[in-house]
């Protein structure tokens, strides 16, 4: 099986604007968790979505949107970037009852 | 903010030797899975322990869980150079979300 795809792999915006980052789960998983990983917070969950449904969000702020498609597809949003927001992204594709959790390369995404 | 503290923050060792980490939480939890992080790059899903199991194996690694004590460990044998690494302990306590802690920075010396 594929594991989980993440595109891109790097990204570099300027204060203000916003970004989009896709992430593929692998085939047959439908539920799909982002985090953001920073030198300062660490790993933080940002949000969950399973079968186009956003189930769980974590304490980020509104720039911060997802979605997900009929394909299992995610994509994640942020609008009016800041610098803070210079981070590792990076995408879980979630299995079984146990809620095991496969991460993708994640995004590099900074900030200028 | 994280929960739950992992101990070691660092830890170098010589190349053969055993390494252990350890990471604790405070409240319950469903499960607790370990990943590996190389040089900021994706984690990779190396364990997964249930809150009702006290131990488990994988190759080199072997992790406990201790419920009473809200611990668990990870200990890997026989370290080697591409062992070295970020090791992150997630604890699963329900909603589909993993809390991670800081996670402890192993480096294997030749």
């Known amino acids: 099986k594929a594991g989980v795809t993440q595109t891109p792999r790097y990204l570099i915006k300027t204060r203000g604007q916003q970004v989009t980052l896709s992430c593929s789960p692998i085939s047959g998983h439908r539920s799909v968790s982002w985090y953001q990983q920073t030198p300062g917070q660490g790993l933080q969950f940002l949000f969950e979505?399973?079968?186009?449904?956003?189930?769980n969000k974590g304490n980020f702020p509104g720039r911060f949107s997802g979605r997900q498609f009929s394909n299992s597809r995610s994509e994640m949003n942020v609008s009016t970037l800041e610098l803070g927001d210079s981070a590792l992204y990076l995408c879980?594709?979630?299995?079984?009852?146990?809620?095991?959790?496969?991460f993708g390369p994640g995004t590099r995404l900074t900030v200028l | 903010s994280q929960q739950g503290e992992e101990d070691p923050q660092a830890l170098s060792i010589q190349e053969g030797e055993n390494a252990t980490m350890n990471c604790s939480y405070k409240t319950s939890i469903n499960n607790l899975q370990w990943y590996r992080q190389n040089s900021g790059r994706g984690l990779v899903h190396l364990i997964l322990?249930?809150?009702?199991?006290r131990e488990k194996h994988s190759g080199r690694l072997r992790v406990t869980l201790d419920t009473s004590k809200k611990s668990s460990s990870l200990l890997i044998t026989a370290s080697r150079a591409a062992d070295t690494a970020s090791y992150f302990c997630?604890?699963?306590?329900?909603?589909?979300?993993?809390?991670f802690g800081q996670g402890t920075r192993l480096t294997i010396n030749p």
């Open positions: 879980a594709s979630v299995a079984g009852e146990y809620n095991e959790q496969f």
């Open positions: 979505y399973f079968s186009e449904t956003q189930r």
């Open positions: 997630a604890k699963d306590k329900g909603a589909q979300k993993l809390v």
């Open positions: 322990i249930r809150s009702n199991e």
